[in-house]
């Protein structure tokens, strides 16, 4: 089953997917969390994009991202496709960005509103992979 | 400016199959909305359709084959998509089409099908989800497995929730609420009575959302014939007038990225420009109707929509505020929660509702001398909303 859901992501992230898309898979590989930021107005977007959707300039630049982050908010999928359970889902805070959806690698119940939180990269099928962030 | 009426109603019983082909659903309603309006479907010079299911089933050309099916020669037809939004549209397009002068009797057709027999094929329905996941929460998002985006609602739940120093038992009450109306409405896909005891021990789902502070899987179909004054009024029944419809979208799909997770400002600017349009207030709306789909959500929405203060809404549940003792009764039809929730056509059934309260056809559920209802709907997360104020013509 995982070989199916693996063929169909991939295809999913051909279809749906971006340059820019491409290019964060990318430096997500090498270990590096990454976004664009406008040249322009200086505005950081994400997740990334080849233009500024605040001020709607076409120059952007990409840079790293801080690897430390803040908890927002946080779930647990009881049946998720990809993760078996506890499946833990949270929104983690990164200054400067803002909030956005990741992984949390570590159980539910450790968990509370505004815990310091590290990124961390997963494979998830080859060549695909993902950010997830653990407590400090 | 010409005023759109709505003439004709129609809707199937909520329930996790479809009784019969959707086309047959569809030609049934059809026949049954244009009858409520007193109307022979020659009169019917426009048709806007959802697609036949939101996530499934494809939609190409289904304005087209279902006007060919009807028989119906019109001015104008289109199949409208949004997401949760969907039906809503597909109502404010015929609105807009009638107020302009061009057309002057319009069928609306919304339709889901979230149960199908080849979902039972486990190795179809993997393959699909794992490419529509990624499709619909894009490639970010998307590779983390959501089986649906509940996860995004949960956490607005706990955000509402944290900040303004509520738990989960503050949220039971409104599945409660919800269902003692489902419990007098025909439609509702859940009657049986529940009691918070049981919805707090209900399974979780993704916490703090269990069981029974989710909408179910579900399916249906609904129509409404949107006329011009002159056309409603040779019909048997009184005609109830669109005063106003707002729409607002944000640039975020599902999460936003600054903005705080427990609000949704988009159901609020759209009952805004409603609101003024009509040059009403919310005081003076008798009956609503809004896309709670989770406990959580419906708080957040009657408090955006101007309602209640902000973090006030669970107590006006718990005083029976929102059900007979405020000046607004909220969901009569049993709302997402138990009416159910085939999301497609999720706010036809709302319109349904409305209309027959505004008519005064709602038999123990009715609202006592109602007159102004307000609609919402949403697409994504909140993100996006419709509010539309109807009065009984």
Redesign the interface.
Known sequence: ?KE??D???K???L????AA?EE?QRRLGQGRLCSTRCRACREIA??PRDFC?HCGAREAEWLDLPRRATL????????????LAP?V???VEVEG???????IDAP?ERLT?GLPLEVAFLE?CPG?W?HQYRPV | MTQAVIAGVAAIPVARKLPRAVRDVATDLCFAALADAGLPARDVDGLFVTPPALSGMSGFMWSCTLAHHLGLSTRGQALVECGGLTAALALKQAVQEVRAGRLRACLVVASDIRADDRADDF?FF??????????LY??????????AP???Y???A??YL?EHHLSRADLAPVAVTLRRFAEKNPRAQLRQPITEQEVLEA???????GLLDCSAFASGAAAVVVASPDVARRGPRRPVAVRAIGEAHE?AH?????EP?SRFPSAGRAAQEAYAEARLQPVDVDVAEVYGVFTATELVLYEELGFFDRGRAAHAVREGRTSGGGTTVFNPSGGRLSLGHPAGATPLYSIVELVEQLRGGCGDRQVAGASVGLLHAEHGMLNGSLVGLLEAA
């Not at chain 1, 279809?15 to 971006?18: K, P």
């Not at chain 1, 960005?97 to 992984?103: A, D, K, S």
């Not at chain 2, 993997?126 to 499709?135: E, H, P, Q, S």
């Not at chain 2, 399974?203 to 959302?209: H, M, V």
């Open positions: 089953m199916l859901i063929a169909a992501t295809e999913a992230l279809r749906y997917g971006d898309c964060f994400f997740p959707p927002y908010a946080f779930t647990q999928q009881q049946r998720g496709l990809r993760f499946d889902l949270g929104l960005v803002g909030h956005f959806l990741t992984r539910f509103i998830i695909v993902v | 190795e993997i393959r699909g989800m794992a490419a529509d996941l990624v499709g894009g490639p970010y998002d998307g590779l983390y497995g959501l089986a509940i996860p995004y949960a956490m607005s706990q955000r944290h399974p979780p789902i993704c916490p703090p959302l640039p599902f999460a936003p990225l600054r997770l």
